[in-house]
């Protein structure tokens, strides 16, 4: 089997770990319990690009049981949990001599290279566990399994002729969906273009790594994409590249919007971000946060969850925003609304929580005091502006640990920097609990077996599950928290016009 994480030897410790979010993730196990015998996923091949964490190994491990063929790689260079990886390796019945588990490749701390090798290895199931009965079974001892992954850079396995995608992809943030689309373009054009300097970093890398596939697989991705049933898209700035591409016309596939299921968005993104805020901040920077002044900019979802977690320890907040009606939401909840610029000289702590990019600039950071803390909680690393923090003549950037530096500017002030500008409640702590994971990812996963059972009724556009389904993953959450539902009656079910049995909000209600 093929494999690349970072130390297998993890995985006793791992699948303690896993086992405890078990007992929290009670959509997941009634998914398994409900699904496991009709096998759903059978001969689906899965590729997951998204944060391989405790939580995603009980994700994988559920589509796995569903009859799913699996695998993964993270969606972000820093959000790997080593011991989870190393897990879900090994996987339930194996030992790291013997892994049995799913193929992963990531690891705590990958360059941006490894990142798009990473990501290539997990759309690849060209291996001969995928294309022979006397193969099934993962082959390779402790010494052989790591180095059976090859190095980044070198020859790719498989050939054209054999060669196998995924038939689904379950994405966070839209980098494995990127990878297949720009590929299928250089494939159809018979040429991948050269970085430019201008382009950021990650680009740069991306399509380097596109060229060495179409040296090494010519027509790969148009193999790959006419088997592409779908991708289930995670997160809010993944959904927007999806739309973005259903209105150009160039989506090649149909979306599954998982974000905006009401079970994940008003979750996930509001209260897994105010569980996950504090403890990135925590753990990196171990500063008081009561009395300090925080910034918070976006209030959307995440900037919600981010302003009450901060409220909650007892600092003051300040919102910034574009839009009036979020802008009027934060103040209604008590919190000032202002400019970044009303506020960066005397803020302690800044948070971005936006998606969009350089929204704290490198002159913003110029100007704020000493030892202010930054840190970003949207998906990318261009919210803070960090490659033109780089590029200030002069600068210092001192490591202070991983994912904690100190930049100190040519006139001696200093500001702290989390995961270099990337999402710090995944970089410097563990990202959201298992509990709200699990609402996200029963709807991913009911997602993935709506691709594989129902793909007739979709076109290559981007839909949201039912809300019977959101529903239904909130009932499955309800038990467990001791929750005892009102029963509505039949009359009071005719007098307000919707089912007893739900769905009891029409789709255009916004909770
Ligand atoms: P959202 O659209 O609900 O909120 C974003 C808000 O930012 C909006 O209200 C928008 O008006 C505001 N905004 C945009 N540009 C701004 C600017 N220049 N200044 C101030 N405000 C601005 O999105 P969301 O669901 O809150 O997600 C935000 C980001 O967080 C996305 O990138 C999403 O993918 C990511 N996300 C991260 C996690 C995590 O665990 N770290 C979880 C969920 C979502
Ligand atoms: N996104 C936020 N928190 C996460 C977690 N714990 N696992 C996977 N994805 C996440």
């Given at each position: 089997?093929?494999?690349?994480?970072?130390?297998?030897?993890?995985?006793?410790?791992?699948r303690k770990?896993?086992?405890?979010a078990?007992?929290?993730?009670?959509?997941?196990?009634?998914?398994?319990a409900?699904?496991?015998?009709?096998?759903?996923?059978?001969?689906?091949?899965?590729?997951?690009?998204?944060?391989?964490?405790?939580?995603?190994?009980?994700?994988?491990e559920?589509?796995?049981?569903?009859?799913?063929?699996?695998?993964?790689?993270?969606?972000?260079?820093f959000?790997?949990?080593?011991?989870?990886?190393?897990?879900?390796?090994?996987?339930?019945?194996?030992?790291?001599?013997?892994?049995?588990?799913?193929?992963?490749?990531?690891?705590?701390?990958?360059?941006?290279?490894?990142?798009?090798?990473?990501?290539?290895?997990?759309?690849?199931?060209?291996g001969?566990?995928?294309?022979?009965?006397?193969?099934?079974?993962?082959k390779?001892?402790?010494?052989?399994?790591?180095?059976?992954?090859?190095?980044?850079?070198?020859?790719?396995?498989?050939?054209?002729?054999?060669?196998?995608g995924?038939?689904?992809?379950?994405?966070?943030?839209?980098?494995?969906t990127?990878?297949?689309?720009?590929?299928?373009?250089?494939?159809?054009?018979?040429?991948?273009?050269?970085?430019?300097?201008?382009?950021?970093?990650?680009?740069?890398?991306?399509?380097?790594?596109?060229?060495?596939?179409?040296?090494?697989?010519?027509g790969?991705w148009?193999?790959?994409?006419?088997?592409?049933?779908?991708?289930?898209?995670?997160?809010?700035?993944?959904?927007?590249?999806?739309?973005?591409?259903?209105k150009?016309?160039?989506?090649?596939?149909?979306?599954?919007?998982?974000?905006?299921?009401?079970?994940?968005?008003?979750?996930?993104?509001?209260?897994?971000?105010?569980?996950?805020?504090?403890?990135?901040?925590?753990?990196?920077?171990?500063?008081?946060?009561?009395?300090?002044?925080?910034?918070?900019?976006?209030f959307?979802?995440?900037?919600?969850?981010?302003?009450?977690?901060?409220?909650?320890?007892?600092?003051?907040?300040?919102?910034?925003?574009?839009?009036?009606?979020?802008?009027l939401?934060?103040?209604?909840?008590?919190?000032?609304?202002?400019?970044?610029?009303d506020?960066?000289?005397?803020?302690?702590?800044?948070?971005?929580?936006?998606?969009?990019?350089?929204?704290?600039?490198?002159?913003?950071?110029?100007?704020?005091?000493?030892?202010?803390?930054?840190?970003?909680?949207?998906?990318?690393?261009?919210?803070?502006?960090?490659?033109?923090?780089?590029?200030?003549?002069?600068?210092?950037?001192?490591?202070?640990?991983?994912?904690?530096?100190?930049?100190t500017?040519?006139?001696?002030?200093?500001?702290?920097?989390?995961?270099?500008?990337?999402?710090?409640?995944?970089?410097?702590?563990?990202?959201?609990?298992?509990?709200?994971?699990?609402?996200?990812f029963?709807?991913?996963?009911?997602?993935?077996?709506?691709?594989?059972?129902?793909?007739?009724?979709?076109?290559?556009?981007?839909?949201?599950?039912?809300?019977?389904?959101?529903?239904?993953?909130?009932?499955?959450?309800?038990?467990?928290?001791?929750?005892?539902?009102?029963?509505?009656?039949?009359?009071?079910?005719?007098?307000?016009?919707?089912?007893?049995?739900g769905?009891?909000?029409?789709?255009?209600?916004?909770?």
């Amino acid at each position: 089997m093929e494999f690349k994480v970072k130390d297998l030897s993890l995985a006793e410790w791992g699948r303690k770990e896993i086992e405890l979010a078990e007992k929290e993730m009670p959509g997941l196990m009634a998914i398994r319990a409900e699904w496991k015998a009709k096998q759903p996923l059978k001969g689906i091949r899965i590729t997951g690009s998204l944060h391989m964490t405790i939580q995603t190994a009980v994700l994988i491990e559920t589509l796995v049981d569903l009859g799913a063929q699996v695998r993964w790689c993270s969606c972000n260079i820093f959000s790997t949990q080593d011991h989870a990886a190393a897990a879900v390796v090994v996987g339930r019945n194996g030992s790291p001599s013997n892994p049995k588990g799913v193929p992963v490749f990531a690891w705590k701390g990958e360059t941006l290279e490894e990142y798009w090798w990473c990501t290539e290895r997990a759309l690849d199931f060209s291996g001969p566990e995928y294309n022979s009965a006397e193969s099934a079974e993962p082959k390779g001892g402790a010494s052989s399994v790591n180095a059976a992954a090859k190095t980044v850079g070198a020859t790719q396995g498989g050939g054209q002729s054999r060669y196998r995608g995924p038939h689904q992809i379950v994405d966070d943030g839209g980098d494995a969906t990127l990878m297949v689309h720009m590929g299928y373009e250089y494939d159809r054009a018979g040429d991948v273009p050269a970085p430019k300097p201008e382009d950021p970093t990650d680009l740069k890398e991306l399509l380097l790594c596109l060229a060495r596939i179409q040296k090494e697989t010519p027509g790969r991705w148009q193999k790959t994409v006419p088997e592409i049933r779908g991708v289930t898209e995670e997160t809010t700035t993944g959904v927007h590249r999806l739309y973005r591409m259903e209105k150009e016309g160039k989506l090649l596939f149909t979306a599954i919007n998982v974000n905006d299921s009401v079970t994940k968005s008003k979750f996930d993104n509001i209260y897994g971000c105010r569980h996950s805020l504090i403890d990135g901040l925590n753990r990196a920077t171990d500063v008081m946060i009561g009395g300090k002044t925080a910034v918070v900019c976006g209030f959307g979802e995440v900037g919600k969850g981010s302003a009450q977690a901060l409220r909650g320890q007892g600092a003051r907040v300040i919102v910034t925003e574009i839009d009036p009606i979020c802008a009027l939401q934060a103040a209604m909840e008590g919190y000032e609304v202002k400019t970044l610029e009303d506020v960066v000289e005397f803020a302690d702590i800044f948070i971005t929580a936006t998606g969009n990019y350089n929204v704290i600039t490198v002159d913003h950071m110029k100007r704020m005091k000493d030892g202010a803390i930054v840190g970003n909680i949207g998906h990318f690393d261009n919210e803070i502006d960090m490659a033109g923090l780089a590029k200030v003549p002069g600068i210092q950037k001192t490591n202070i640990k991983p994912q904690y530096d100190k930049w100190t500017f040519p006139d001696g002030h200093r500001i702290l920097i989390l995961a270099e500008g990337r999402l710090l409640n995944l970089g410097c702590a563990t990202g959201h609990p298992s509990f709200v994971m699990s609402t996200s990812f029963s709807n991913q996963t009911l997602a993935q077996i709506e691709l594989a059972q129902h793909l007739d009724k979709y076109e290559k556009k981007v839909y949201i599950l039912p809300k019977h389904l959101d529903e239904m993953v909130a009932r499955l959450h309800l038990d467990h928290l001791g929750v005892k539902l009102t029963k509505l009656r039949p009359e009071q079910a005719e007098y307000i016009g919707v089912p007893v049995e739900g769905p009891y909000k029409p789709s255009h209600y916004r909770y």
